[in-house]
Every structure is written in C-alpha cells, then in structure tokens.
C-alpha cells in the first residue's frame, strides 16, 4: 500500500527553526509537495520538489531524497503566525496526490 | 483574483437526506479534484476531472457518491441518503494543466455534519 508518515506534533519557539520530517513509499513518485493549512481553512502551497536537494524560498526550505523516500520541510525564524498544520503529499505513478495526516506545529513564546 | 470557492461553506444534514456541494473552481483551470478530510487527518483523494471529463472517481466510498462537471468548470459533488460517517470537510481543488502536474489550489471547503 502507499504509506506517508509525519510527526504528529511539533512545539518550537517565536524566532528559532524547526524541521518537520516526512517518509513517504508510494506506488511510482512524481513530485512531493508541501501544503500549509490553518485550523479551519484550505491548504495552501508551500514548496514542491522533484529532484534531489533542496529548495529554498524566503524563511521556508524544503529538502527531497528520492532514494530514500525522505523529504523535509524546514522553518526558519519561526513566526506566531507560522502556527498550523503541514502537510506532505507525494504525486504517484498516475499523478494521484498522496497525502500525510499532516504535522500540527505549535509556536510558543 | 478569485480563487477556488466553494458553497455551503457548512452543511448539516439528517441522516439519510441527500446533500449537493458546489464548486467554482479558478477560471481556466483544466484540473478539477474533490478531496474529503476527517479532522485531523489529511485530505482523502475522491475524483478528478479533465474538463468535462470525470478521468478518476476511483476514491469515491460508495455508490451514494456522485460527481459531475457538466461545461468543465463549476462541479457538484452529491451524497445521496447522507450517512454519518460521511460528516467531514469536502474540499475542491483546481489546477492549471492537466492531470495535476502543478500545484493544486484549494477552496475552503464545506464541512459537512450529519446528525
């Protein structure tokens, strides 16, 4: 089956830097994707990587090793605002999205 | 610009009435999906459309479960005889080309409570 796995939880606080990990094994890959979602709301794009490394863009990076079905997201200078969920979703074989549960960081302080 | 919107933004329902969900999706987007997502949980794919064209309903949970996008761009998701474990957020999302290749904007869904 098609598995993605992420912390449920992660607590950081006002200014460090946090990174949420995700393990993924799906069925073919074409892309991981990384979705930001406020309690309440819709998810909205953060990053989307296809090759190895890392892309970064403004406080948010985000690092992809397709030989060993890892990504992470990193966060930096972490703001109150940056409370919420993230989300990672792989695009399989037939460019289904896949998504994890998704990981609730909360910011304190 | 407008985004992807969807109504009822809340819906609730007795057990066994049959619902319809509308959404508009971003003008010109070919790709149209509709994903259903239990608190706390990520979004659970439902079905895709090209268009017109329903390419995927493969998610949906049962034959209550039906879709369409009659002119290829406002959708309807309906669930006929509404279960209660059917309460859930149903989002839509659209994307610009084809079969998902870029990334999908989403509504803010309609949340769904059948008593």
């Known amino acids: 089956g098609q598995n993605i796995d992420q912390p449920t939880e992660m607590t950081a606080t006002e200014g460090a830097i946090v990174q949420i990990n995700c393990t993924y094994q799906?069925?073919?890959?074409?892309?991981l994707f990384w979705y930001q979602q406020h309690a309440g709301e819709a998810p909205t794009f953060l990053s989307y990587?296809?090759l190895d490394g890392l892309e970064e863009k403004g406080r948010f990076s985000s690092f992809l090793s397709r030989s060993k079905g890892y990504s992470y997201l990193l966060l930096k200078e972490l703001q109150m605002k940056d409370s919420a969920s993230y989300l990672c979703a792989v695009r399989d074989r037939n460019y289904q999205l896949i998504w994890g549960a998704g990981t609730k960081l909360i910011i304190k302080p | 610009g407008a985004g992807v919107s969807q109504s009822p933004r809340y819906k609730v329902a007795k057990r066994g009435q049959d619902v319809a969900l509308r959404c508009d999706p971003i003008?010109?987007?070919?790709?149209l999906f509709w994903y259903q997502q239990a608190l706390g949980q990520g979004p659970e794919f439902l079905t895709y459309f090209q268009n017109e064209a329903q390419l995927d309903k493969s998610g949906l949970p049962s034959d209550r479960f039906f879709a369409e996008r009659p002119e290829g761009s406002v959708s309807t998701l309906k669930i006929q005889r509404t279960q209660q474990e059917d309460s859930a957020v149903y989002l839509c999302?659209?994307?610009?080309?084809?079969?998902?290749?870029?990334?999908?904007?989403f509504g803010p869904g309609t949340r769904l409570t059948v008593t």
């Open positions: 003008s010109g987007h070919v790709s």
């Open positions: 990587n296809v």
């Open positions: 799906t069925s073919g890959f074409n892309g």
């Open positions: 999302a659209s994307s610009l080309a084809p079969g998902g290749m870029y990334e999908q904007y």
